[in-house]
């Protein structure tokens, strides 16, 4: 939402792409930083560090974030219980089953957690600032957008999740190279960032975001397909594709989110980028547990294999905006 109200509406892709950016090299710039305070310290400061960076990271807000409009609703304390009580029994029931572990708990969870869910929408339902404004999924094209980043996150954390144990486990490589193998990545994300600040506000999402998920399918798919014994230029260059594409998907779909929204809705609707984000990174987390639980072998090339067909149907599903003939 900070990014509508520091960029013009023309430049707001733009806006997008310099974030993500930043968060690709936060992503990328972590596991180095985290084995150079291993090599010094030992594992708890790996915690202890983020509290003068988090510290900095909040003086620099308060003196260059812009003010927002304040909003006057009350705290609604009941739609917040309910609210976690839908996200965390799913989320802790959806973990049982993934691990095929106390079956009847995680069922009743999940039970709980699909009722605290129908509450809260029944509940929130034509209040003008809702907690969760699922009220906005009824705009076809917000709608789109957000299944779209669901599924491309869902596949995603497929491969996150998955790819270390290929390359730990499968292929035999040692922690240090697993980490630097995984690494191209975020590179990846970072290296379509010029390319999404100068197209983002000027093509539809439907053509950006649909070309991005194509190439990670690409990336993924042929990362399954790699030979029983690949070198590292064969996992790198694999890797950056499918984090190349991953970079071009992002920043078009979050805009086409964020500009559905009215400007006094801006929160909302930046609240549900971030529950498509989280909810997708769940469930493929999830997914990955299921598979490790239920195939004794190969689970981790099949968590490939799910990663591919999932970035798949997202980009099909991106492309319908295109059918539809609209222009994010």
């Known amino acids: 939402a900070l990014v509508r109200y520091i960029y013009p509406h023309a430049e ?22 985290a084995a150079a305070i291993l090599t010094v310290a030992s594992w708890p400061w790996l915690f202890w560090v983020n509290l003068p960076l988090g510290a900095a990271a909040l003086f620099m807000a308060f003196r ?3 003010a927002t409009p304040r909003s006057t609703a009350r705290p609604d304390i009941t739609g917040s219980v309910l609210c976690m009580l839908a996200f965390g029994a799913l989320v802790m029931g959806g973990d049982g ?3 095929q572990s106390g079956i009847v708990l995680s069922c009743a969870l999940i039970g709980v957690g699909l009722l605290s869910g129908l509450l809260l929408i029944r509940r929130e339902s034509g209040l003008p600032q809702p907690i969760l404004p699922v009220d906005m999924l009824a705009k076809p094209d917000f709608a789109i957008a957000f299944m779209t980043g669901f599924c491309g996150f869902v596949a ?14 499968v292929l035999g490589m040692s922690p240090a190279e697993t980490g630097l193998l995984i690494t191209p990545w975020p590179i990846g994300i970072m290296s379509a960032a010029p390319l999404v600040r100068r197209l983002a506000d000027t093509v539809s999402a439907g053509v950006l975001s649909s070309i991005g998920l194509l190439m990670t399918a690409t990336g993924f798919f042929l990362l399954w397909m790699m030979p029983a014994h690949p070198t590292a230029f064969d996992i790198v260059w694999r890797t950056w594709l499918a984090g190349c594409g991953f970079g071009l998907f992002q920043p078009p779909n979050n805009r086409a989110m964020m500009v559905s929204a009215s400007h006094a809705r801006a929160g909302g609707a930046s609240g549900m980028v971030q529950v498509a984000r989280q909810a997708g990174q769940t469930c493929g987390a999830m997914g990955v547990a299921a598979f490790f639980s239920l195939f004794v072998q190969g689970a981790a090339l099949k968590c490939l294999f799910m990663a591919a067909c999932v970035a798949t149907f997202a980009a099909l599903l991106s492309s319908s905006r295109l059918l539809a003939g609209k222009k994010a």
Request: net charge neutral.
């Open 12 to 33: 707001i892709g733009k806006g997008i792409a310099l974030n993500g950016v930043v968060v690709a090299m936060g992503v990328a710039l972590g596991p180095t930083a």
């Open 64 to 66: 260059s974030l812009p």
């Open 97 to 99: 089953l993934a691990h």
């Open 156 to 169: 995603s954390n497929f491969y996150i999740i998955s790819m270390p144990f290929t390359l730990h486990d």
